[in-house]
């Protein structure tokens, strides 16, 4: 059974950083892709970075040059560095993991974490 834990979530003002942390566990897939979304109240949850297992990574071009996507040294922990937050990048941010590529076009079902709130003030 997959299970996705985020923490690091918080309160920060503008100008600030965080770090969000996502435990992985129960899945092998030797192809993959692992992301962070966000969302917040009457929206649609957006895609913010992804990576690969190849290690290659996408960005949302909201937060390109501000935010970076990491996997740890066990390959089980996903991790996003925000900077530079803005009063825009608040939101409940979730971890995925799904088969295949980080493709957009990928029908592939998303296993989520419960979430994570980042709150920015001005």
């Known amino acids: 059974q997959v299970q996705l834990a985020e923490s690091g979530g918080g309160s920060v003002q503008a100008g600030g950083s965080l770090r969000l942390s996502c435990a992985a566990s129960?899945?092998?897939?030797?192809?993959?892709?692992m992301a962070w979304f966000r969302q917040t109240p009457g929206k649609e949850r957006e895609e913010v970075a992804a990576?690969?297992?190849?290690?290659?990574?996408i960005y949302a071009d909201s937060v390109k040059g501000r935010f970076t996507i990491s996997k740890g040294s066990d390959k089980s922990t996903l991790y996003l560095q925000m900077n530079s937050l803005k009063p825009e990048d608040t939101a409940m941010y979730y971890c995925?993991?799904?088969?295949?590529?980080?493709?957009?076009?990928?029908?592939?079902?998303?296993?989520w974490g419960q979430g994570t709130q980042v709150t920015v003030s001005s």
């Open positions: 129960g899945y092998s897939y030797s192809r993959h892709c």
């Open positions: 995925a993991v799904w088969l295949g590529s980080c493709s957009p076009q990928s029908s592939a079902s998303k296993f």
């Open positions: 990576v690969d297992s190849d290690g290659v990574t």
